[in-house]
C-alpha cells in the first residue's frame, strides 16, 4: 500500500493563478482532510470530508475549494493564489471512527510570488 | 510545552537520557489524543494515542499521560536517541458530529550525540 500520496510536491505560482492539489488514498478510508502547516505553528484544517460526496469547511477554508472525487481522492483547489497561500499542504485519511488514527501524506510545499 | 507563536519550544536532551513533551489541550469533550513525529520535510507520522477513558498507554520506548483534571498530556522517550530528533505534536479528537483533530504547535526535539 502507497497509503496518502500527493502531488505535486512542490509548486511556485505567481498571485491570481489557479492550480489543483492532487490526493489520493488507497487504505479504503472514508474521511479525508486537508490541513495548511505555516512555520512554528501546528496544523490547520482546510477542508475536510467525512465521507464520499461530502464536504465541509474547516478553520481556514477562505481562498480554496475542495472536490471529493470519490472515495479515494480529495483534490484542494486554490482559484486565485495569494501570497498569504504559501504554506506546506498536508492531506491526510481515517476510516472515520473516532478513535481511528489520521494518515499524513507527504506534503506540497507551495509558494505564492 | 507547546505555546502559539512564530518560534517552536524547543527540547535538548542527551542521547541515552529520556525526554518528556509536554502539551495543555483545550477542550473538555475531547475524547481522543494523538502525539504525532514530523522529521523535516515529511508528513507527521503516528506515534502513539489514548482514549479519555485511560491515564496511561505505553508503547515500544514511549508512554503518553493524560491528566484530564489539567487538560494536559505528555509524551516520554526512553533512552532518547538522535532518530528520535523531530518536532512533535500532540492532537486532540473533538467529537461528536464533526470528529476533527486539533493540533498543538510542536515541540522541537533535539537530541544532542
Known amino acids: 500500500n502507497a497509503g496518502v500520496t500527493q502531488t505535486p510536491k512542490f509548486q511556485v505560482l505567481k498571485t491570481g493563478q489557479s492550480m489543483t492539489l492532487q490526493c489520493a488514498q488507497d487504505m479504503n478510508h472514508n474521511s479525508m482532510y486537508w490541513y495548511r502547516q505555516d512555520p512554528g505553528m501546528g496544523l490547520r484544517l482546510i477542508y475536510y470530508s467525512a465521507s464520499e460526496g461530502t464536504t465541509d469547511k474547516g478553520e481556514v477554508p477562505n481562498g480554496y475549494n475542495v472536490s471529493r472525487l470519490n472515495k479515494r481522492e480529495f483534490s484542494l483547489r486554490l482559484e486565485s493564489a495569494a501570497p498569504s497561500q504559501t504554506s506546506v499542504y498536508f492531506c491526510?485519511?481515517?476510516?472515520?471512527?473516532?478513535?481511528?488514527?489520521?494518515?499524513f501524506g507527504p506534503g506540497t510545499r507551495l509558494t505564492v510570488l | 510545552g507547546e505555546s502559539v507563536g512564530l518560534h517552536l519550544p524547543t527540547l535538548s536532551v542527551q542521547e541515552g537520557d529520556n525526554s518528556i513533551i509536554n502539551c495543555a489541550y483545550s477542550n473538555s469533550a475531547s475524547d481522543y489524543f494523538i502525539w504525532y513525529k514530523q522529521e523535516s520535510g515529511k508528513g507527521p507520522q503516528f506515534i502513539i494515542d489514548?482514549?479519555?477513558?485511560?491515564d496511561k498507554r505505553q508503547g515500544q520506548r514511549v508512554t503518553v499521560l493524560l491528566n484530564k483534571t489539567v487538560k494536559h498530556l505528555s509524551l516520554q522517550i526512553a533512552a532518547t536517541q538522535p532518530g528520535d530528533s523531530a518536532v512533535y505534536f500532540c492532537a486532540e479528537n473533538i467529537g461528536g458530529a464533526t470528529n476533527k483533530l486539533i493540533f498543538g504547535t510542536g515541540t522541537l526535539l533535539a537530541v544532542q550525540p
Open positions: 489514548i482514549r479519555s477513558n485511560m
Open positions: 491526510a485519511s481515517r476510516t472515520g471512527g473516532p478513535t481511528d488514527t489520521q494518515y
